[in-house]
């Protein structure tokens, strides 16, 4: 089997998502997804991925994504994720392992090893629609109101301030019963994150309280700090927070700085979650030695894909601790975690999006996990289980680049 062509899906209705296709002389497509920076990671993919694998096994997945940092392709030794190759090589990675678990005629899960839970549980991240759609723009945070219509039901963003109470009751209602909100990040652009006053300090936990006073301990809460804080306003903040038995604080501060981490983590209570920013597996490695971090949250589409979480994976095993993948981007990256959440035991539960799943990402792709009870399950069919809809594919919104060998 060879790579004849490779294909960036671009759609400008949801323009922060790149999807890639990689086409073979067999008939077979992969499909994969990576976030943020979008045109620059296409451009990547076809000035220096598509040369490098065109033409080649597209199941010698080891070999192309140590060549796709180390050698052959790129020679590129960087700052370790987030940019704009580790992007570009994440989506890559994940339609490469779509591809050969199609050609292997398994589902993704069975090419890892195999099923070893029936399903697994998920958190609600409580954004909504809208939010990290667009390019170039600024999430909407949490007290950010959309068009004054009182037709519109409240959305989940909006609850996380308004009504944290009724946002909480609404998901244990359907069955789940772990979530994560935000409730400092619009206190720390105020001062870069230098410091918190005390009134906004109490509107933030105002907002955890009246989650604890609706349903009591029925919930569990991850709390959100997008790494904005400094090292002691961090504290500050999480000392309070974990009066109300958080079950983690999730980023709390740039997480490049492993020393002050592990400080943060020996002055607090709840247990450390980390980090979707920069999470590969020397990062972890390097952070497990300091004793920085509980909760191995990294995303697959910004980290390197399926082979780096198989090596984060084997880390999580030999430290004793769990996998928590990230997901609050596209539904390719959350099908993809799903297989993995599924296939390794120190997976412990799957980050999802009901606005998403329930919203824009029936629009995106065929098929979407079975969500019941607060539980996801696995999917049916080959590779991913998924495919990107005709409807997106054949929108006058979307643009399609292909590289082929003709073209190079």
């Not at 090589?89 to 090893?113: F, H, P, Q, R, T």
């Not at 981490?261 to 980390?274: D, M, Q, R, Y």
């Not at 971090?293 to 910004?302: N, Q, V």
């Amino acid at each position: 089997m060879k790579i004849t062509s490779i294909e960036t899906i671009h759609n400008k209705q949801y323009s922060n998502i790149v999807w890639v296709q990689i086409h073979t002389d067999e008939g077979l497509v992969g499909l994969g997804e990576t976030f943020r920076n979008p045109e620059a990671i296409i451009s990547y993919i076809h000035e220096t991925c598509a040369p490098y694998l065109i033409g080649r096994d597209p199941r010698r997945i080891n070999e192309h994504a140590d060549n796709l940092v180390n050698w052959t392709a790129n020679r590129y030794i960087g700052f370790p994720t987030r940019s704009v190759e580790f992007r570009g090589n994440s989506a890559i990675d994940i339609a490469l392992w779509d591809l050969k678990s199609k050609a292997s005629n398994l589902s993704l899960v069975d090419m890892l090893g195999g099923l070893c839970r029936d399903n697994i549980p998920i958190y609600n991240t409580c954004a909504a629609e809208g939010y990290n759609w667009k390019s170039n723009s600024l999430s909407r945070s949490s007290q950010e109101n959309r068009p004054n219509d009182k037709t519109l039901p409240k959305d989940d963003l909006q609850l996380q301030a308004s009504n944290p109470g009724e946002l909480a009751q609404s998901l244990l209602d359907e069955g789940i019963s772990a979530m994560k909100i935000w409730p400092f990040d619009e206190f720390a652009f105020l001062t870069k994150g230098q410091r918190i006053s005390y009134n906004d300090l109490k509107k933030g936990l105002e907002r955890i309280e009246k989650i604890r006073n609706t349903v009591g301990s029925k919930m569990d809460i991850m709390i959100e700090y997008h790494s904005l804080w400094q090292l002691a306003p961090a504290l500050k903040i999480a000392k309070h927070v974990d009066e109300f038995d958080v079950f983690w604080h999730e980023d709390p501060i740039n997480m490049a700085h492993l020393k002050d981490l592990a400080e943060f983590k020996s002055k607090t209570i709840a247990p450390v979650a980390g980090s979707e920013a920069l999470g590969t597996a020397l990062w972890y490695r390097d952070a497990l030695a300091l004793n920085a971090i509980d909760y191995m949250h990294y995303d697959l589409g910004w980290v390197g894909g399926i082979t780096e979480a198989i090596k984060i994976s084997g880390l999580a095993y030999a430290n004793n601790r769990m996998m928590c993948p990230h997901d609050c981007t596209g539904p390719v990256v959350w099908i993809a975690n799903l297989h993995i959440s599924l296939a390794f035991p120190s997976a412990m539960i799957l980050e999802s999006v009901r606005a998403f799943y329930n919203g824009f990402y029936t629009n995106l792709v065929t098929n979407l996990p079975k969500i019941e009870n607060g539980l996801a399950f696995p999917m049916a069919g080959v590779g991913l289980g998924t495919e990107l809809h005709k409807s997106l594919l054949n929108s006058p919104d979307t643009s399609i680049k292909k590289t082929a060998a003709i073209d190079l």
